[in-house]
Nanobody, 130 residues
Framework: QVQLVESGGGLVQAGGSLRLSCAAS????????MAWFRQAPGKERDFVAA???????????YYADSVKGRFTISRDNAKNTLYLQMNSLKPEDTAVYYC????????????????????WGQGTQVTVSS
């Protein structure tokens, strides 16, 4: 149905930047809510950011408090690709990062809940050294 393939992870020094990509295929992409989650060793999978299908609302993105002002989520519907630009990286950002998608096009209280998403990528490792 929908396949998500992530890339862009790697090793970076604290204060540096990375951009993660998630390529989607198999179904309509533009109407999906897309999100990034992350999971550090020994911890639960946590919400990072989400973006709705709307490109005109001016308020179509949502971020966890821990990444506000540092991370930016975006999407290119023509390329069926989701991005996460990560700046000012900290060691505590070290985790496996996953992209996710669900058919619900608008935000509600479930947007940050991993169980509400229908499709997941394989994850990409981000390691931030101090």
């Amino acid at each position: 149905q929908v396949q998500l393939v992530e890339s862009g992870g790697g090793l970076v020094q604290a204060g540096g930047s990375l951009r993660l990509s998630c390529a989607a295929s198999g179904r309509t992409f533009s109407s999906y809510t897309m999100a990034w989650f992350r999971q550090a060793p020994g911890k639960e999978r946590d919400f990072v950011a989400a973006i709705s299908w709307s490109t005109w609302s001016g308020s179509n993105s949502y971020y966890a408090d821990s990444v506000k002002g540092r991370f930016t989520i975006s999407r290119d519907n023509a390329k069926n690709t989701l991005y996460l630009q990560m700046n000012s990286l900290k060691p505590e950002d070290t985790a496996v990062y996953y992209c996710a998608a669900k058919t619900q096009p608008l935000f509600d209280w479930t947007t940050s809940q991993e169980t509400s998403y229908d499709y997941w990528g394989q994850g990409t490792q981000v390691t931030v050294s101090s």
